[in-house]
């Protein structure tokens, strides 16, 4: 079955204490995304990368990090968490950028 | 500014009414468009995309794109209380970004 996972779920966590989310999809898809949603400001987009090794900013990057070493996995980082990025956390991931397959979301509480 | 806004909603219609959903962009550059659909604690789920002028029907949704005023919308036609969620209207610009609108939630009245 072609899918996006992420882990984990759900994720309860202390300011400053560093985490990692993980993102994978089996579509072989070059494109891959990271948003965070938040009541009234829909979807935000994180970092994007457009294949391996590439990556780049999106519209809300201040304290988080990806990297993209393989063509399925594409990890989002935060170094140091704190209170602002409690958020739900979609990875998607696309053939081309456009059409976008989402995964089933990181609900993140920072305290 | 935003790239792609919705100003419209909350929306309530009745079971087996049309709703109408309408969003604008800012970039004449943008080609593509597409509707998403997100139930309360799911992902996004693609409905529709566009890229011409003009409409494009898919069973009970069409999407209307007029770049020349440059909005997007989405017609539910014969509503049903399965469609209650939020729609999310997205452009695809040309630096590989898809912007999202922040989303107009439908309740179908049963």
């Known amino acids: 079955e072609a899918q996006v996972t992420q882990n984990p779920r759900y994720l309860i966590t202390v300011t400053g204490k560093k985490l990692t989310v993980t993102c994978s999809q089996n579509?072989?898809?070059?494109?891959m995304s990271w948003y965070r949603q938040d009541p009234g400001l829909g979807l935000r987009q994180i970092y994007y990368?457009?294949?391996?090794?590439?990556?780049d900013k999106g519209d809300v990057p201040e304290g988080y990090k990806v990297s993209r070493k393989e063509k399925r996995n594409f990890p989002l980082i935060l170094e140091s968490p704190s209170p602002n990025q409690t958020s739900l956390y979609f990875c998607?991931?696309?053939?081309?950028?456009?059409?976008?397959?989402f995964g089933p979301g990181t609900r993140l509480l920072v305290l | 500014q935003k790239e792609v806004e919705q100003n419209s909603g909350p929306l309530s219609v009745p079971e087996g009414a049309i709703a109408s959903l309408n969003c604008t962009y800012s970039?004449?550059?943008?080609?593509?468009f597409f509707w998403y659909r997100q139930y309360s604690g799911k992902s996004p789920e693609l409905i529709m995309f566009?890229?011409?002028?003009g409409d494009k029907e898919d069973g009970r949704f069409t999407a209307q794109l007029n770049k020349a005023s440059q909005y997007v919308s989405l017609l539910i036609r014969d509503s049903q209380p399965s469609d209650s969620a939020t729609y999310l209207c997205?452009?695809?610009?040309?630096?590989?970004?898809?912007?999202f609108g922040a989303g107009t939630t439908v309740t179908v009245r049963a």
């Open positions: 579509m072989n898809h070059e494109y």
């Open positions: 566009i890229y011409s002028n």
């Open positions: 998607a991931s696309s053939k081309n950028g456009e059409t976008q397959y």
């Open positions: 970039d004449r550059g943008s080609q593509s």
């Open positions: 990368s457009m294949n391996v090794e590439v990556t």
């Open positions: 997205a452009g695809y610009f040309n630096d590989y970004k898809l912007s």
